[in-house]
């Protein structure tokens, strides 16, 4: 076999691990773009190349071939922000605004119930519906992220898991060095994983003081990860910042270094044009949750005027008690429609720019768009196929279009994260889906019969 290649004639088929022949395949790069009758050629996990399907069959010999006739394939979504564990905490206080939310339902709930082994479930809930979702890749921050990488890497999905700083105890660490220290433990662990990859997550500037995050930024240098941080949510954030400190937020966090190529700042629903033009010199890159701020009554995300200044956009779903869903077909047809609406312009935010926010864009917030975020040759065949033959998807003009305004993610197929199967015609292959659910009843009856908590 060693020189089987010398005696091989040039034209005999290459041989690789999969080709998946598609209806359609949207590359993402380059923008706007819709491949008919094409085919992706995969080997060792990689995209090898994207080609006419009448030729690929001539050209490779795939030990697994897939024939998807009504389908578009897209690069996986990339949920640029979110909570995964607290999918177990879905609908348990809904209808309030953020501070009322966080300090009389979702903190006290934390304080009560969050553990290693409710991380773990709450996350294998969440990757399972993120995946049946279509999502790949998902940016978290939560407590136990060693519990979250751990589950990430037994499901095979990718994930940045965020090393959380905050100023308070919890059950994960009780003072900013700890959180720092046990945080830098789970980095080194993953430091080489082909999937697994961590950001520091210093949750607010309201829950953060300056002295912990000046280390942040020292540590986030020296290891070369991102920084991942919830920055001008509300009004109320703003306003309450300004009449203790004299400085916005945004303002108190430049000052002290963090607003640079390395941030993502999660939702900015408050932004004066002076620090639109400040975000986009320092090269930062915003992540919008157009779901949870509409939720929560948060605000609006000027997303036009950010795209309009060359900002980075990713998108991404917060977590499912603030959602209620992790579902990035739905972010992004909120995201397209609400920035219609904020900016009352039917042009903004196009179908194809909601999908590369969904996907290149949050590649290029995590530093990761050499790897992951558009389907081209070199990257990671990280790629979901939607079934496009459903009525409701019919007939089919623009698939982008279709993508983004009719389709839903129950009519994701088939989803794989670096070449390997995870779903296959919508059966997840490495998480067992009754067990699951099984577990978050168990974990729903033991919060409900917890006495404290209102309206149970
Ligand atoms: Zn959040």
């Avoid at 949750?289 to 060359?310: H, I, M, R, T, Y």
């Amino acid at each position: 076999m060693h020189n089987n290649h010398k005696i091989k004639p040039k034209n005999h088929p290459e041989t690789i691990d999969t080709l998946i022949h598609a209806r359609w395949i949207i590359p993402v790069e380059p923008h706007n773009t819709v491949l008919n009758h094409h085919t992706i050629a995969i080997h060792e996990g990689h995209i090898v190349e994207l080609l006419p399907s009448a030729e690929a069959s001539k050209k490779y010999q795939a030990d697994t071939e897939h024939r998807l006739d009504e389908h578009a394939l897209i690069p996986g979504l990339i949920n640029a922000h979110t909570h995964a564990a607290m999918s177990l905490f879905r609908g348990l206080a809904d209808d309030l605004p953020l501070m009322d939310w966080l300090q009389n339902h979702i903190w006290p709930a934390e304080g009560k119930w969050i553990s290693p082994e409710f991380v773990a479930d709450g996350t294998r809930l969440a990757i399972a519906e993120m995946l049946r979702g279509g999502t790949t890749c998902f940016n978290d921050m939560y407590f136990f992220p060693d519990e979250t990488a751990r589950v990430a890497d037994n499901v095979g999905m990718r994930a940045v898991v965020g090393l959380i700083v905050i100023d308070f105890p919890t059950v994960w660490a009780a003072t900013p060095d700890e959180y720092l220290h046990k945080g830098i433990e789970v980095h080194d662990h993953y430091r080489h994983h082909p999937l697994i990859r961590t950001a520091f997550a210093p949750h607010a500037p309201y829950t953060v003081s300056d002295e912990p995050l000046q280390r942040v930024i020292t540590f986030a240098e020296e290891m070369d990860v991102p920084i991942h941080m919830h920055i001008h949510e509300t009004a109320h954030e703003v306003s309450e910042a300004s009449s203790q400190t004299g400085l916005r937020p945004l303002a108190r966090l430049t000052k002290l270094g963090i607003v640079t190529p390395r941030l993502m700042a999660v939702h900015m629903t408050q932004l004066s044009d002076g620090e639109i033009s400040h975000l986009a010199s320092s090269g930062a890159h915003v992540v919008h949750c157009p779901e949870s701020n509409l939720k929560l009554a948060s605000g609006f995300c000027p997303v036009q005027k950010l795209l309009a200044a060359d900002i980075n956009l990713a998108l991404g779903t917060d977590g499912a008690a603030s959602n209620n869903d992790l579902d990035m077909f739905s972010e992004m047809r909120s995201a397209a429609l609400l920035a219609k609406a904020v900016a009352d312009d039917a042009s903004a935010l196009t179908a194809a720019q909601a999908l590369h926010m969904a996907t290149l864009g949050g590649a290029r917030a995590l530093g990761l768009d050499d790897n992951i975020g558009s389907l081209v040759p070199g990257k990671a065949a990280d790629i979901t196929a939607v079934n496009l033959s459903a009525l409701e998807t019919q007939p089919v003009y623009h698939p982008i279009s279709q993508l983004i305004y009719a389709a839903g993610r129950e009519q994701v197929s088939d989803v794989w994260v670096a070449g390997q199967h995870l779903l296959k015609e919508r059966e997840l292959t490495t998480l067992d889906l009754h067990t699951i659910i099984e577990k978050a009843r168990n974990w729903a009856e033991k919060i409900q019969a917890a006495d404290e908590l209102p309206g149970m």
